[in-house]
């Protein structure tokens, strides 16, 4: 591993209390990730990347910055990517996926907040992630209350922009988040010193709408009965997709969709025939959030889709470029984005729709919903998903988990049950 060190100083950071974290990833990707059988060759680029992920990007993050390029962190798939790509402007992924975090957060945020807004204020207070230390501005939303306020703190030291999104899914709310993304264009500008076009937002649509294509050919891929690859494998391509540079982001997942194919065509499966196939949907999990899909593929099942902001919402519904003035681009930006179907909607029947049309494509055996303790949006949620998914004949598990291992035995005892199920 090539030394970060004195990058890792000049960012400020707490090295010591960061080495404590260092230690503890190989062993989880090992566990994870290399332990698995007949992955694709491909997954070497993002075993590369997960193995020095404090390093490789966020130096390359660095050069970009001493070009004058800015760095926007962003918590959530509502903001607009388009639009700081086409200022010239770098999107990175900030939520914390770790339990590492936790008690940081815990100090200034009441216990019973989500352990994903916990461990982002907490990856940012204990000055142990690169990412949190290199953006040059925050971009929050108000999706949820619980975030509204963490960036109330998150914002006392960095630069942050707000985006108001819509609660509803009204032509009103719809034109209103196309006036908040030609608000939000004009904040960016103002911090890239650079001048939006239409030209130029064009070409970053068109960017964005490959990598989501590109994206969505690695989970069709999935739709195969012959399971090309794993839950694990995916999820590591998703979440690393939100830090990644865009354009090689589309290119490394057109690989991997390749050999996928390949491997289709040839046969070639990462599990037995027979195998219960299991769509799981929920809260995001954030890197390097994997205790889900790793207790449901050694429970003897497999993680075939994601109807979560990780996973099908981040590349489903590309945005529809012919408009010829920005204000039409704005509009086409917001119908794409207005149709992510987040807990924070209310009513939010999209979601259920996704689930049960997802369940089919992907051809899942059951569902597992399962969301983050204290994220009541999605937890409330729950008594709709189940009762709709029963009504269609597919089975489901409800569960709520945090970052912690405690509750690890308890999950597998759950899940191994309902696999069970599935296959008497
Ligand atoms: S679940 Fe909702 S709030 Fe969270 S990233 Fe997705 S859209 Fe944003
Ligand atoms: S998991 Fe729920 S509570 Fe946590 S940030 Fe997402 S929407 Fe908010």
Redesign the pocket.
């Known amino acids: 591993m090539a030394d970060y060190v004195k990058m890792w100083k000049d960012l400020g950071m707490d090295l010591e209390s960061h080495d404590n974290l260092c230690q503890v990833l190989p062993t989880a990707v090992g566990d994870v990730f290399l332990t698995q059988e007949n992955r694709p060759k491909a997954m070497e680029f993002w075993d590369l990347v997960i193995s020095e992920v404090h390093g490789i990007r966020p130096a390359e993050l660095i050069e970009e910055q001493k070009k004058g390029r800015k760095v926007f962190g962003t918590?959530?798939?509502?903001v607009p990517d388009e639009i700081i790509v086409a200022l010239n402007g770098i999107v990175t992924g900030l939520c914390g996926g770790s339990q590492f975090w936790v008690p940081g957060g815990e100090a200034v945020l009441p216990k019973n907040t989500c352990p994903l807004i916990k461990a982002s204020v907490g990856a940012r207070l204990g000055r142990t992630c690169p990412f949190f230390r290199i953006a040059d501005v925050y971009v929050g939303?108000t999706?949820?209350d619980g975030?509204k306020k963490a960036y109330e703190i998150l914002g006392e030291d960095v630069p942050m922009i707000i985006m108001d999104v819509p609660q509803m899914k009204r032509q009103k709310d719809i034109e209103k988040w196309k006036d908040e993304i030609a608000d939000f264009a004009k904040k960016a500008e103002e911090i890239t010193g650079n001048t939006l076009s239409v030209e130029k937002l064009k070409e970053a649509i068109n960017i964005i709408n490959e990598k989501r294509k590109a994206m969505k050919r690695v989970y069709d891929a999935r739709k195969s009965l012959t399971l090309p690859i794993s839950g694990r494998d995916t999820l590591l391509m998703t979440q690393i997709s939100f830090f990644d540079d865009p354009v090689r982001c589309a290119e490394m997942c057109n690989k991997l969709a390749d050999e996928l194919e390949e491997r289709i065509k040839n046969g070639v499966s990462v599990v037995k025939e027979g195998t219960k196939r299991i769509l799981v949907t929920g809260?995001?999990l954030a890197v390097p959030n994997w205790k889900l899909h790793n207790i449901i593929e050694t429970s003897g099942a497999a993680v075939v889709c994601e109807e979560m902001?990780t996973g099908t919402?981040y590349f489903e519904n590309l945005v529809d470029g012919s408009a010829d003035t920005l204000d039409g681009l704005f509009m086409a930006l917001s119908e794409r984005y207005m149709k992510?179907n987040?807990?924070?909607f209310t009513p939010n029947p999209g979601r259920i729709e996704d689930i049960i049309r997802l369940a089919r494509e992907y051809k899942a055996d059951g569902v597992i919903d399962c969301s983050l303790k204290f994220c009541g949006l999605y937890d409330i949620e729950k008594k709709n998903v189940s009762e709709a998914l029963k009504k269609e004949g597919i089975p489901v598990l409800s569960l709520e988990t945090d970052y912690e291992d405690s509750d690890s035995g308890q999950l597998r005892t759950r899940i191994e049950a309902f696999v069970e199920m599935l296959n008497s």
């Open positions: 918590f959530c798939v509502f939303e999706t949820c975030k809260t995001p902001c919402r992510n987040c807990a924070c």
